[in-house]
């Protein structure tokens, strides 16, 4: 029996022997990409990269980690320099970040470097294994987020928070219901039912959206990621003094709920491929749904995290000095008979990063917080340079 089916069979299992043989979908989506045996993360070695199902921004470049650097050099003097000073990346994918980071403050800023320790909190025994093969230096070390006591420094994630299993809600006759999955025939269905729990309600609350309004029509299909939540309460009591930084695809709540994002965000990744189907390729896909940044900033709020500022990716790296850098190396070509093809990857790879067409990188969301910090900060990654400097930049 192959791996997959092992994976459907446990499904069907868990949702047979639960009360009323039905499991809200996140509840699914938590089986499909983490079952401790069989599931998409916690099993498959490959699927970043070119051979595997997507490929995120370190995949380009180093330049995505070194301009990280950059940022949480400034994060460690706008701190007063503290030793030792923590950065925390959760969700460390193959580590490649990490070795970016790493080197970058190494060779350019040895006295961070020197007060530096680096955590990586990784949940899938496949990534977390690639991670120590890819990773030698001595100041990385693996922990759980409940094994680790406040810090004073940055946390921080690259398309973590995406892969969180969501609840789906439909609107149907002026109520909320919520999309479960059953089994029927032994193969998985879905069936509408009442709210698993008041916290959907309280969410909506939270972001200031009603769906019950006539903006939204009957059938209206959306996710609510409680699990974002539970998550970034979970971080801000492991933050003495410091900042979130959370970088990932998503909208405020006004453009994720908008009336005319009537199917919602899900989205299922499958060897570079997208569809909308959750329930094929079980266990070999990748299962996603977009952030509403609007969630994490309220929730920061309540959770005692104050907002320093919400920008684009492609912004946030221009500030730290990607458009400087794709300057530079329009003017060097680099020696050998392959340098003018290496100059047009290189420039290609950093035009992804900053790209801000709708599907691009560049448009991904990029939230900082922080806490515990008595005095203002200006952080360089925020100071957005004006839009006609990034459009000119990213033109040429």
């Given at each position: 029996?192959?791996?997959?089916?092992?994976?459907?069979?446990?499904?069907?299992?868990?949702?047979?022997?639960?009360?009323?043989?039905?499991?809200?979908?996140?509840?699914?989506?938590?089986?499909?990409?983490?079952?401790?045996?069989?599931?998409?993360?916690?099993?498959?070695?490959?699927?970043?990269?070119?051979?595997?199902?997507?490929?995120?921004?370190?995949?380009?470049?180093?330049?995505?980690?070194?301009?990280?650097?950059?940022?949480?050099?400034?994060?460690?003097?706008?701190?007063?320099?503290?030793?030792?000073?923590?950065?925390?990346?959760?969700?460390?994918?193959?580590?490649?970040?990490?070795?970016?980071?790493?080197?970058?403050?190494?060779?350019?800023?040895?006295?961070?470097?020197?007060?530096l320790?680096?955590?990586?909190?990784?949940?899938?025994?496949?990534?977390?294994?690639?991670q120590?093969?890819?990773?030698?230096?001595?100041k990385?070390?693996w922990?759980?987020?409940?094994?680790l006591?406040?810090?004073?420094?940055?946390?921080?994630?690259?398309?973590?928070?995406?892969?969180f299993?969501?609840?789906?809600?439909?609107?149907?006759?002026?109520?909320?219901?919520?999309?479960?999955v059953?089994?029927?025939?032994?193969?998985?269905?879905?069936?509408?039912?009442?709210?698993?729990?008041?916290?959907?309600?309280?969410?909506?609350d939270?972001?200031?959206?009603?769906?019950?309004?006539?903006?939204y029509?009957?059938?209206?299909?959306?996710?609510?990621?409680?699990?974002a939540?539970?998550?970034?309460?979970?971080?801000?009591?492991?933050?003495?003094?410091?900042?979130?930084?959370?970088?990932?695809?998503?909208?405020?709540?006004?453009?994720?709920?908008?009336?005319?994002?009537?199917?919602?965000?899900?989205?299922?990744?499958?060897?570079?491929?997208?569809h909308?189907?959750?329930?094929?390729n079980?266990g070999?896909?990748?299962?996603?749904?977009?952030i509403?940044?609007?969630?994490l900033?309220?929730?920061?709020?309540?959770?005692?995290?104050?907002?320093?500022?919400?920008?684009?990716?492609?912004?946030?790296?221009?500030?730290l000095?990607?458009?400087?850098?794709?300057?530079?190396?329009?003017?060097?070509?680099?020696?050998?008979p392959?340098?003018?093809?290496?100059?047009?990857?290189?420039?290609?790879a950093?035009?992804?990063?900053m790209?801000?067409?709708p599907?691009?990188?560049?448009?991904?969301?990029?939230?900082?917080?922080?806490?515990g910090?008595e005095?203002?900060?200006s952080?360089?990654?925020?100071?957005?340079?004006?839009?006609?400097?990034?459009?000119?930049k990213?033109?040429?």
């Open positions: 029996m192959s791996q997959p089916s092992h994976l459907v069979s446990s499904i069907i299992d868990h949702i047979q022997s639960t009360p009323g043989q039905r499991i809200p979908f996140a509840s699914y989506m938590d089986l499909a990409l983490y079952h401790p045996d069989h599931g998409y993360y916690t099993t498959k070695s490959s699927i970043l990269g070119p051979s595997g199902d997507f490929i995120t921004s370190p995949h380009l470049s180093h330049d995505f980690g070194e301009l990280l650097a950059i940022q949480f050099a400034d994060m460690w003097q706008s701190l007063g320099q503290p030793s030792p000073f923590h950065i925390v990346e959760m969700g460390a994918g193959q580590g490649l970040i990490a070795a970016d980071v790493l080197g970058y403050l190494q060779q350019n800023h040895p006295d961070c470097y020197t007060a320790d680096y955590t990586i909190i990784e949940k899938s025994s496949a990534l977390r294994a690639q120590k093969q890819h990773l030698t230096h001595q990385v070390i922990t759980t987020l409940a094994d006591s406040p810090i004073t420094g940055c946390f921080f994630s690259n398309e973590l928070v995406d892969a299993p969501v609840h789906i809600i439909e609107k149907h006759n002026n109520q909320l219901q919520e999309i479960y059953t089994t029927q025939d032994n193969t998985l269905q879905e069936t509408l039912g009442p709210l698993s729990t008041g916290k959907l309600t309280q969410y909506f939270l972001v200031g959206i009603d769906l019950l309004t006539d903006t029509p009957n059938g209206y299909r959306t996710e609510v990621n409680l699990a939540l539970d998550w970034l309460d979970t971080v801000a009591t492991r933050i003495d003094r410091g900042f979130l930084l959370t970088i990932d695809y998503g909208h405020i709540a006004q453009r994720y709920y908008s009336p005319a994002r009537h199917k919602g965000t899900l989205k299922c990744y499958h060897q570079h491929r997208h909308d189907n959750p329930y094929t079980i070999q896909q990748d299962l996603t749904a977009h509403d940044f609007t969630a900033q309220a929730q920061g709020e309540k959770a005692g995290l104050t907002t320093l500022g919400y920008t684009q990716q492609g912004l946030f790296l221009m500030a000095g990607l458009g400087d850098r794709v300057a530079h190396i329009t003017q060097t070509i680099p020696p050998g392959d340098g003018f093809n290496q100059l047009i990857q290189r420039r290609a950093l035009h992804q990063l790209d801000m067409s599907m691009g990188l560049g448009t991904f969301g990029v939230l900082v917080q922080e806490k910090l005095n203002s900060v952080l360089t990654g925020l100071t957005t340079p004006p839009m006609e400097q990034a459009i000119n990213f033109q040429k």
